[in-house]
T-cell receptor, first 110, second 113 residues
Framework: ELKVEQNPLFLSMQEGKNYTIYCNYSTTSDRLYWYRQDPGKSLESLFVLLSNGAVKQEGRLMASLDTKARLSTLHITAAVHDLSATYFCAVDTNLDDMRFGAGTRLTVKP | IAGITQAPTSQILAAGRRMTLRCTQDMRHNAMYWYRQDLGLGLRLIHYSNTAGTTGKGEVPDGYSVSRANTDDFPLTLASAVPSQTSVYFC????????????FGPGTRLTVL
């Protein structure tokens, strides 16, 4: 059974600092997704990673995928308050086996 | 409409009642999905559809049914609601089934008493 673990689950950081969120998964897959969710809102797609070594960047966020280690990272550079949200990774091996991580609730403080 | 919509926004339902959650997209996406989101558990896939006329079971399909009569609509039905189905339900769609971004609807908050 595919399992997806994110850590940390809660992250409080100062503005301007850097940090990394980790997403580990338990079985072979080369498809990994990152989403953002603001409180009370829907999910917004951030990145789609489709191959080993894939790296994508958008603003202060950069995501990477290592399929051999079964690990994806979401790196935050020089955090700002607007990045406060819950971040989810999701992995699928087949369409009926999509699994989300429990989410990382990020709070960026002034 | 533009994008993906869900109805109702929220609903309180007595246990044992039948309920259909509606989902419509106007992006001509082939694939559609239903998820439930519960605190601390992330999202879990209930059912999906690769294309009109086909459906499949996800991680937590029991107690739910879906249909896909056309490209745009993907209703989720609870035949006899139970309190454990209290959750926030999200519908999503994507052009391709497994390599494309999923676009999520605004969600339906369902409470079963």
């Amino acid at each position: 059974e595919l399992k997806v673990e994110q850590n940390p689950l809660f992250l409080s950081m100062q503005e301007g600092k850097n940090y990394t969120i980790y997403c580990n998964y338990s079985t072979t897959s080369d498809r990994l997704y990152w989403y953002r969710q603001d409180p009370g809102k829907s999910l917004e797609s951030l990145f789609v990673l489709l191959s080993n070594g894939a790296v994508k960047q958008e603003g202060r966020l950069m995501a990477s995928l290592d399929t051999k280690a079964r690990l994806s990272t979401l790196h935050i550079t020089a955090a700002v308050h607007d990045l406060s949200a819950t971040y989810f990774c999701a992995v699928d091996t087949n369409l009926d086996d999509m699994r989300f991580g429990a989410g990382t609730r990020l709070t960026v403080k002034p | 409409i533009a994008g993906i919509t869900q109805a109702p926004t929220s609903q309180i339902l007595a246990a044992g009642r039948r309920m259909t959650l509606r989902c419509t997209q106007d992006m001509r996406h082939n694939a559609m999905y239903w998820y439930r989101q519960d605190l601390g558990l992330g999202l879990r896939l209930i059912h999906y559809s690769n294309t009109a006329g086909t459906t499949g079971k996800g991680e937590v399909p029991d107690g739910y049914s879906v249909s896909r009569a056309n490209t745009d609509d993907f209703p989720l039905t609870l035949a006899s609601a139970v309190p454990s189905q209290t959750s926030v339900y999200f519908c999503a769609s994507s052009f391709e089934e497994d390599t494309d971004t999923q676009y999520f609807g605004p969600g339906t908050r369902l409470t079963v008493l």
